[in-house]
């Protein structure tokens, strides 16, 4: 996860490229990275519980 405007977003996208499956890139519209620390209506919660719920179970099985 990163933000659209945020200095570090190319490390995100790096990293994410390197990753194997599951994964998913979430980019934040009009948050920087310190948007994500603590701006609350910014952070996509359902977005990582959707994610994180989906691929434990699939884990778990």
Excluded: C, W
């Excluded at 998913?24 to 990582?48: C, E, S, W």
Aim: no cysteine.
């Amino acid at each position: 996860m990163t933000g659209e405007i945020a200095h570090s977003r190319y490390m995100a996208e790096d990293a994410y490229n390197r990753l194997t499956e599951p994964k998913q890139l979430v980019i934040v519209p009009d948050a920087t990275h310190v948007d994500l620390y603590d701006q609350m209506d910014k952070i996509p919660f359902d977005t990582i519980a959707d994610f994180f719920a989906k691929n434990l179970e699939s884990k778990a099985e």
